[in-house]
């Protein structure tokens, strides 16, 4: 069974520094996709970033990027010019691409604070 | 547009009591999860339900948890002789099938008590 490990339960960073948050996972699959949500105090996840495991190119969206690396099955989220509202838990998550396998395994997140 | 809605927000219950919790999901959607979410842990995976297809039911913890979707929209999962084990976030998640990858869009949960 595929699983996600997050080995970092808190982060700090600095207003407008950068951060990294590392994720690695485990599976025999050769085609999945990985996630990045956001869950704020509020509890509502929020889809950050995706990355399709088939492709090379690593995900950006505005101040957050993925570092992929299908070999050695990490996959870390990068924020740039962090902000106060990135405070929240950050989950890395595993979802597999075969059609009948409805399960997305999320690993245990790790709680970032931004210090103003 | 609306999201994911849930309801109660909050629910306190008695050891052995039963409680229902419900879901709306977003309209269009036709894949409903659901989640635990225990304190300090990700999300665990409870039950799938994708159109009129059985549900996948792999990932209820014991007999005591059971999930109902009427008409294809609303849900509702419920919890049988409650324990304090059942103590967490319950989070509802919708997704249009026919999307790839699928994504998932969250409701802000129920925090479930058990004393």
């Known amino acids: 069974a595929q699983t996600v490990t997050q080995s970092q339960p808190e982060m700090s960073v600095q207003e407008a520094e950068t951060v990294t948050l590392s994720c690695t996972y485990d599976?025999?699959?050769?085609?999945?996709?990985l996630f990045w949500y956001k869950q704020p105090p509020s509890r509502q996840m929020i889809l950050v970033i995706r990355?399709?495991?088939?492709?090379?190119q690593n995900a950006t969206e505005n101040r957050f990027s993925v570092n992929f690396q299908k070999a050695a099955k990490s996959f870390s989220l990068k924020i740039s010019d962090s902000q106060l509202g990135d405070a929240a838990m950050y989950f890395c998550?595993?979802?597999?691409?075969?059609?009948?396998?409805?399960?997305?395994?999320f690993g245990a997140g790790t709680r970032l604070t931004v210090k103003p | 547009g609306a999201g994911v809605s849930q309801s109660p927000s909050n629910k306190v219950t008695e050891k052995g009591k039963d409680v229902e919790l419900r879901c709306d999901p977003i309209?269009?959607?036709?894949?409903l999860y659901w989640y635990r979410q225990s304190l300090g842990q990700g999300l665990e995976f409870l039950i799938y339900?994708?159109?009129?297809?059985?549900?996948?039911k792999s990932g209820l913890p014991s007999d005591r948890f059971s999930a109902e979707r009427t008409g294809g929209s609303v849900s509702t999962l419920t919890i049988q002789r409650t324990q304090q084990e059942d103590s967490a976030v319950y989070l509802c998640?919708?997704?249009?099938?026919?999307?790839?990858?699928?994504?998932?869009?969250f409701g802000p949960g129920t925090r479930l008590t058990v004393t």
């Open positions: 998640a919708s997704s249009f099938r026919r999307d790839s990858p699928y994504e998932q869009y």
């Open positions: 599976t025999s699959e050769s085609d999945y996709y």
């Open positions: 990355q399709e495991a088939y492709k090379q």
């Open positions: 998550a595993y979802r597999t691409m075969l059609y009948n396998n409805n399960d997305m395994r």
């Open positions: 309209s269009g959607h036709t894949a």
């Open positions: 339900f994708q159109g009129n297809s059985a549900p996948d």
